[in-house]
């Protein structure tokens, strides 16, 4: 069973900078897509930034421009690199794998970011 671990949630005021990471049970190579998503208070989850394999990388308009997906294979970890913080991204957020063999999808168990005005 594919475990997903995220880390790296705060608080941080407006305009700082986090960097989340989501460390995977085995190689990130075993995944067709990884991606990171967030859920504010009262709203649906949605896409941030996901990385599916051989393509480039998709960022929400919300965020593009500020936030970078990037991963480091050897570690086996994918980050969320998150700088120019507004109070709407607020949220909790999760990281999400395909396994590559049975397209089966994994979420983590979430990590709060909380942006101060």
């Known amino acids: 069973q594919v475990q997903l671990v995220e880390s790296g949630g705060g608080l941080v005021q407006a305009g700082g900078s986090l960097r989340l990471s989501c460390a995977a049970s085995e190689s990130i190579l075993s995944f067709n897509y990884m991606g990171w998503y967030r859920q504010a208070p009262g709203k649906q989850r949605e896409l941030v930034a996901d990385?599916?394999?051989?393509?480039?990388?998709n960022y929400a308009d919300s965020v593009k421009g500020r936030f970078t997906i990037f991963r480091v294979v050897a570690k086996n970890t994918v980050y969320l690199q998150m700088n120019s913080l507004k109070p709407e991204d607020t949220a909790v957020y999760y990281c999400?794998?395909?396994?590559?063999?049975?397209?089966?999808?994994?979420w983590g168990q979430g990590t709060q970011v909380t942006v101060s005005s």
């Open positions: 999400a794998a395909d396994l590559r063999t049975t397209g089966w999808r994994s």
């Open positions: 990385m599916p394999s051989g393509r480039s990388p």
